[in-house]
């Protein structure tokens, strides 16, 4: 079994290498491991094909709708069950109704949000989206407009039934 999980890290270090990805794939391996994927056979790793990018653009896309919108269920439905999300100066959160419990603490009324791919990469059935997002928002009270910008890694991995789901979304704020 020891065996088994060093063979598929092995393998997926040796894909993400050639990549020339290695900033992404010393966050991504350990959330991965986070997941337990590692301890099941690895699949070959392969490209994603053009449906796989346009469902993982979509998935993005309705992240955001569902952010803008305020529908913290819609936004839930979006992750994994086993799904973590880590933010900035909260703790982490594991599993769908965790996080869309945190979700619902972000309760204010945004005026804009929007995420820019910079590259998603993969292969069997996961895959890493990375890129910028920013927001803006209005304070309850003065009514003042809020700003945040920073960087987002989101692992997604395709469900049975072949659609794409948010299983770790990390982000930052920008300095």
């Known amino acids: ?22 900033s992404i794939a010393t966050m991504l391996l350990p959330a991965l ?4 994927t590692a301890c099941r056979p690895a699949p070959e790793l392969g490209e994603l094909s053009s449906e796989d990018l346009a ?9 955001v709708h569902a952010e803008l919108r305020g529908d913290r269920t819609a936004q839930a439905a979006l992750f994994t069950e ?11 959160r594991e599993g769908r109704t ?4 945190g979700l619902r603490e972000f309760d ?6 929007g995420m820019s791919s910079i590259e998603v990469e ?15 928002w209005r304070t309850f009270g003065t009514g003042d407009m809020e700003e945040e910008s920073g960087d987002y890694l ?22």
């Open 1 to 22: 079994m020891a065996s088994d999980v060093r063979c598929n890290l092995l393998k997926l270090d040796e894909h993400l290498r050639t990549r020339r990805r290695q």
């Open 33 to 36: 491991c986070i997941l337990g």
């Open 55 to 63: 469902g993982i653009r979509d998935l993005r896309e309705a992240f």
């Open 82 to 92: 086993d799904a973590v999300l880590m933010e900035p100066g909260a703790p982490l």
């Open 98 to 101: 965790v996080i869309e419990e």
């Open 108 to 113: 204010v009324t945004l005026e804009d949000f």
């Open 122 to 136: 993969g292969g069997a059935g996961f895959a890493y989206d990375r890129g910028t997002y920013s927001l803006r």
């Open 154 to 175: 989101m692992v997604v991995r395709k469900t049975s039934g072949g659609t794409w789901r948010i299983a770790a979304l990390l982000h930052n704020r920008g300095a």
